[in-house]
């Protein structure tokens, strides 16, 4: 049974830094480019970040310079770290994990950045 198990949201003021990780079981991960999306209210879940088996990582506009993508293949794990924090990032994040479209999602963990 394949899982993705995120963790790290919260509750953050604007300016303020989350690492948000997703532990993976059930998949030979580091065959799996992993990746990191984003459903704020209302809209259409969207990509933030990726990172290919490689360690190559890709990110949305809205998340370079301030969001770095990471995995640790031995851990099966991989991680978003978002600093610099905005109102417009809030929402929902969601692992993915995706081998040639077979693909995987997590139950996402909710990111509330608010004064």
């Known amino acids: 049974q394949v899982q993705l198990v995120e963790s790290g949201g919260g509750l953050v003021q604007p300016g303020g830094s989350l690492r948000l990780s997703c532990e993976s079981s059930?998949?030979?991960?580091?065959?799996?480019?992993m990746g990191w999306y984003r459903q704020a209210p209302g809209k259409q879940r969207e990509l933030v970040a990726n990172?290919?088996?490689?360690?190559?990582?890709n990110y949305a506009d809205s998340g370079k310079g301030r969001f770095t993508i990471s995995r640790d293949n031995a851990k099966n794990t991989v991680f978003l770290q978002m600093n610099s924090l905005k109102v417009e990032d809030t929402g929902v994040y969601y692992c993915?994990?995706?081998?040639?479209?077979?693909?995987?999602w997590g139950q996402g963990t909710q990111v509330t950045v608010s004064s």
């Open positions: 993915h994990a995706d081998l040639r479209g077979l693909a995987y």
């Open positions: 059930g998949i030979i991960f580091s065959w799996y480019i």
């Open positions: 990172i290919t088996l490689g360690s190559v990582a």
